[in-house]
């Protein structure tokens, strides 16, 4: 089980023994947050054609909460920054979900949201669909009617021309 957190292949690829690892080891872990931050890094490292609909089911888990730092990084900054295979996906549901916790976030902790955006940010280095959709998901941060400083800096130099 300890191999899944380590990139193994039970953890980023399809198994049948592959989710009930994954659910011994939480229970096993959960009293340990930060072997449970592990755990939701882990998963959002996977490349399986499910992954964002696994981070999405994870966003609800009991164990998740958008006030912990840590756990927040874990999950979507993990995804955003380790999983370029499922983030860049050329549907752009992980830009889209990338955005809208940015904007939920910013609320909360700024500093978090801020420290997220940055898989949106280089846009311009991408191909012309992606780069749009990216460009997007920023537009809709930068156009929030109380946007916290943090994020207004950075939405700015990233839309700059």
């Not at 609800?60 to 999950?75: C, D, K, Y």
């Not at 904007?103 to 191909?127: K, T």
Request: net charge positive.
């Amino acid at each position: 089980i300890s191999a899944c957190l380590v990139g193994s292949e039970m953890c980023i690829r399809d198994s049948a023994s592959r989710q009930v690892a994954l659910d011994e080891f939480y229970a096993k872990w959960n009293a340990h947050p930060l072997v449970i931050d592990k755990w939701f890094a882990a998963q959002a490292t996977s490349d399986l054609p499910n992954a964002l609909d696994t981070i999405e089911s994870l966003l609800g888990h009991a164990a998740m909460t958008l006030t912990n730092p840590n756990r927040i990084r874990s999950l979507l900054g993990t995804f955003s920054v380790r999983n370029q295979v499922r983030f860049h996906d050329p549907n752009g549901r992980g830009y889209q979900l990338l955005g809208t916790k940015v904007r939920e976030l910013d609320r909360l902790n700024p500093q978090v949201a801020a420290r997220l955006i940055g898989g949106l940010m280089p846009w311009r280095r991408f191909d012309a669909k992606r780069g749009a959709l990216m460009k997007a998901e920023l537009e809709q941060i930068r156009d929030l009617p109380s946007l916290s400083p943090d994020l207004t800096e950075l939405t700015s130099k990233a839309l700059a021309n």
